[in-house]
């Protein structure tokens, strides 16, 4: 069967009105697979997200599903009666029985969104009045979320941002190497192992547990093509507890740095100061109310820290074979490691004054 059948008999089972038109895999995410479906209602061209979810990584869907159920619905209570409030939040759509998502005979699991339409997630920022937006959007979802009713978000990928027990897992990459990669990957597996003390700050520092985005890469916020402001936060797999740095950790690891992720010109890896700028007076616009001044101090060394553990993931996944992310090339994995690397450098030159600066907002 091939793409285009497979869809069509997957919408059947979703409450989506209309003639299924085509279909195409979307976007540049590493984890899921990602389509957009075009259908026909009424002569008009209606566009929808289909995403089979990544079950190798996130190991109970159905917890996932539940968990992006709850926070949909619960920011959806919050942007009711504003302006484009359908764009503002992803809206799911139901099976046909009222699920969530739809299971396939080979054990795939299904989820339709609305689409998004007049905005667009960016792999590499462009300005610092992006970077502005992305943060208030980042900022305003963890404060809507503050107040959401209990019991506490499934998590869907147990320490997941467990920077400590990260560095163990790349460890036993390097003793095992697998397929004997680590000679390639020597000055990268030293510049890990030297970084070692700075995993458990973090964790040390007590912060308190947040409802949080955990994957907030500057791809996972559309701007909106007209106004430029961050309409719509994406990618919900990764929302459970966790803490408040790392997403603005995240914001700093993908959104100080002209280049893209797996950009192998390294000279074009840098963390300029008013992306970060940007990103602190965004951010900050939005969560100032409800941070405490521990996670305000933190906010440089959380950008340094989630960078360096993603860097440590990718190199884990190098030297593991490339089982995690999705790879389009050979080395891709460590080249992205490499870039993340490089931009922890670039930090740490600039640290003192990203402290500074800090303190002035
Ligand atoms: P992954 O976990 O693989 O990163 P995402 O949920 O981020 O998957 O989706 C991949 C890409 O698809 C996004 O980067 C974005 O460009 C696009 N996308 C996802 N959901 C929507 C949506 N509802 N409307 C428009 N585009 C979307
Ligand atoms: C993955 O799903 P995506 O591509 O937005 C990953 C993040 C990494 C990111 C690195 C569930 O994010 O943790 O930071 O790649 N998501 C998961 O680009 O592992
Ligand atoms: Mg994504």
């Known amino acids: 069967m091939n793409l285009k059948q497979n869809l069509r008999a997957i919408a059947l089972h979703f409450e989506i009105p209309g003639e299924f038109l085509e279909a195409a895999p979307y976007g540049s995410g590493h984890i899921n697979d990602t389509y957009c479906a075009v259908f026909n209602q009424g002569g008009t061209r209606v566009r929808y997200v289909f995403q089979r979810i990544n079950h190798a990584v996130f190991k109970n869907p159905v917890a996932l599903m539940e968990n992006i159920q ?35 005979d080979a054990g795939n699991y299904w989820r339709v ?12 920022v462009e300005s610092p009045a992006q970077a502005l ?29 467990h920077t400590p027990k ?3 897992t790349l460890e036993r990459a390097i003793a095992a ?8 990957a020597r000055p990268e597996i030293e510049f890990a192992l030297r970084h070692k003390a700075i995993c458990s700050v973090l964790l040390d520092a007590k912060l308190p547990e947040r409802v949080t985005h955990n994957d907030t890469k500057f791809n996972n ?24 740095l790392y997403d603005f950790g995240d914001m700093v690891r993908t959104t100080t740095s002209p280049a893209k992720e797996d950009e192998r010109d390294l000279s074009k890896v840098t963390m300029q100061f008013p992306m970060f700028e940007a990103l602190a007076r965004g951010y900050l616009s939005s969560a100032a109310d409800f941070l405490t001044p521990a996670e305000k101090k933190l906010l440089p060394f959380s950008g340094k820290l989630i960078t360096f ?5 990718f190199l884990t996944d190098y030297l593991a074979g490339d089982s995690y992310f999705k790879v389009h090339r050979k080395g891709h994995n460590l080249d992205r490691c490499r870039t993340q690397f ?12 990203m402290n500074k600066l800090v303190e002035t907002i």
């Open 309 to 313: 553990e993603i860097g440590m993931r």
């Open 221 to 244: 916020v559309l701007l909106d093509d007209a106004t430029g402001e961050g309409i719509c936060v994406i990618d919900l797999d990764t929302v459970m507890p966790g803490l408040a």
């Open 177 to 184: 190497d697998a397929v004997h990669r680590a000679k390639l």
């Open 166 to 168: 990260r560095f163990a």
């Open 70 to 104: 709850r926070v949909t619905a619960h920011l959806g209570g919050k942007v009711a009666g504003k302006p484009d409030a359908s764009r503002r939040v992803l809206t799911l759509i139901p099976t046909h029985s009222g699920a969530a998502f739809y299971r396939d």
């Open 342 to 353: 490089k931009l922890v450098e670039s930090i740490e030159q600039q640290e003192a004054a």
């Open 133 to 161: 937006s992305a943060a208030k959007a980042f900022g305003r979802f963890q404060k809507m979320l503050a107040d959401l009713p209990a019991p506490r978000l499934n998590d869907t990928i147990p320490d997941f941002h």
């Open 113 to 124: 969104y609305i689409f998004i339409e007049a905005a667009r997630g960016y792999d590499a």
